[in-house]
């Protein structure tokens, strides 16, 4: 079956730090591959996405590319900000004649800290 | 944008008891939601599919008669823990989809004592 793998947090960095937050996953096919966004008390928003190979996602700073060869979806971030401290959930859809499933990874919480 | 919202944050019952969480969508339909459960420290899990006017599927080895979902109208789906234990004890977490993809609800965090 389809799955995702996360790094595990916590991640704790320092305001203006370089971000990469590991994803690989496991799916036939080609699925399609998002970044979700957890902020406190909030639900999980869609932070990027990408649907096919070598596709880069890309938001409020944050990227990702689509790497079928390594089966990845690393996300990045040059600069992290105290805002940025959330929880963040990569995750991936696979077509599969009408039945469509977000499979997500664990979560990476991420604290900035000033 | 699309909204979803979810009621309550957080809930503690006794053992025994049923606990009903409800999830709306605020400013479009939503014939299909979704309800996910999440561990400590595990992924969200797809717990059902919920369709509206129409029996919710379920995951394997999701308890139908334990998680009671009901999605009577277009705006609204409930999910009912039935005779709640400590072992259900979870965050809980809707979605629904929207015309750009998935949207989600702030989640329930319960507590069976």
């Known amino acids: 079956g389809n799955s995702v793998t996360q790094m595990e947090g916590p991640v704790t960095l320092s305001e203006e730090a370089f971000l990469t937050i590991n994803c690989t996953y496991t799916a036939t096919g080609y699925p399609s591959l998002f970044w979700y966004v957890q902020y406190p008390g909030e639900g999980l928003q869609l932070l990027l996405k990408?649907?096919?190979?070598?596709d880069k996602g890309s938001n409020k700073g944050f990227e990702a590319t689509y790497r079928k060869e390594t089966t990845s979806f690393h996300l990045e971030k040059g600069s992290v900000q105290v805002s940025d401290s959330a929880v963040y959930f990569c995750a991936l859809i696979k077509l599969d004649f009408g039945n469509e499933k977000l499979t997500f990874g664990t979560g990476t919480r991420l604290t900035i800290i000033p | 944008g699309a909204v979803v919202s979810q009621h309550p944050s957080w809930v503690i019952c006794k053992s025994g008891t049923s606990v009903k969480i409800e999830c709306r969508s605020l400013d479009f339909q939503a014939t299909t939601m979704f309800w996910y459960r999440q561990f400590p420290k595990q992924s969200l899990m797809l717990m059902a599919t919920s369709n509206e006017g129409s029996k919710a599927t379920y995951e394997q080895g999701v308890e139908k008669d334990k998680f009671l979902i009901n999605h009577a109208s277009l705006t609204l789906s409930t999910l009912t823990v039935t005779s709640a234990h400590p072992e259900d004890s979870s965050f809980y977490i809707c979605?629904?989809?929207?015309?750009?993809?998935?949207?989600f609800g702030s989640g329930t965090r319960l507590t069976v004592v």
């Open positions: 990408a649907t096919k190979a070598d």
């Open positions: 979605s629904a989809t929207a015309y750009y993809g998935y949207t």
